[in-house]
């Protein structure tokens, strides 16, 4: 029989955890997964995001460089809960133009964001392997396709999360684990600052055929469905949340040319 619509995107029952869930896009991601069912664990680094979300959440520290830690807190929660969601959100971003500097940037960038996010994968499959189910939804950015300018190490990076994301889904797809990635477009987030009020914001804006930055709904629909049955066979997929922005080659106010 085919399960009801509504049945099909519930996550009653179902223990998510989302890395770097304390602020921003994570945090954002949390609520939704939330509020369609789920059973919260959020983590994060910085001491005062954690105790602003935990009346909201279970929040629990975390450096995703810790590979004992990491692989500590996913024993312990799937010993007790099982693990059935993870979305690797934690990430950061330096400036680090490739003329300048050492290799210090690259090396962070790599570490949280690439192999940070390889560990929670591999950390939280064992559980899911073992149930039989899991979904794992890694966050990459518009620029997993676009060169930046001024960090070789971002991009890199998050070009690395969809090469990755396509493996953990072959990898995993035999024991009904699906891998995605969400590429999220611009967004208000602390590492944009004050961008979206300058003139380069303005550009941004421009660019973006629906005519705005990202919000916060605009998240719920997306890591609702990749996370629910809804998205059984959609695994290895990397989905822009960009507002059109990947595919937009001139400002949207310029009209026919």
Same mark, same amino acid.
Request: charged share 20%; proline share 5%; aromatic share 6%.
């Given at each position: ?15 998510? !955890?989302?890395?770097? $869930? ?5 945090? /954002?991601? *949390? #609520?939704?997964? =939330?509020? %369609? +069912? ?73 570490? !949280?964001?690439?192999? $940070? ?5 591999? /950390?939280? *499959? #064992?559980?899911? =392997?073992? %149930? +039989? ?77 629906? $005519? ?7 998240? *719920? ?37």
């Amino acid at each position: 029989m085919t399960p009801r619509l509504a049945d099909l995107f519930s996550l009653h029952g179902r223990l998510a !955890v989302v890395t770097g $869930g304390n602020g921003g896009l994570g945090l /954002a991601m *949390a #609520r939704a997964l =939330r509020d %369609a +069912g789920a059973t919260l664990l959020v983590t994060g680094q910085d001491a005062d995001k954690n105790a602003a979300v935990s009346g909201e959440f279970d929040v629990r520290p975390l450096d995703v460089t810790d590979a004992a830690a990491v692989a500590r807190l996913f024993d312990d929660i799937g010993r007790d809960h099982g693990v059935g969601i993870l979305v690797n959100n934690a990430g950061i971003y330096l400036d680090d133009p490739v003329s300048e500097g050492d290799l210090s940037a690259w090396e962070r960038m790599i570490d !949280v964001n690439l192999t $940070g996010s390889l560990r929670c994968a591999r /950390a939280a *499959a #064992r559980h899911m =392997r073992a %149930a +039989g189910s899991g979904k794992i939804i890694n966050v990459g950015s518009v620029y997993s396709a676009f060169g930046h300018p001024r960090s070789a190490g971002y991009a890199a990076t998050k070009a690395g999360v969809v090469g990755m994301t396509r493996s953990l889904a072959a990898e995993l797809g035999p024991y009904g684990i699906q891998a995605n990635a969400v590429l999220p477009g611009w967004f208000p987030t602390a590492i944009n600052g004050a961008l979206p009020q300058l003139p380069r914001g303005e550009e941004i804006r421009r660019r973006t055929p629906v $005519g705005r930055w990202g919000q916060d709904a605009d998240l *719920a629909g997306i890591t609702v469905f990749l996370a629910s049955r809804a998205s059984d066979f959609v695994t290895g997929a990397a989905i822009p949340l960009d507002g059109g922005y990947m595919i937009s080659d001139r400002f949207i106010d310029e009209g026919p040319q």
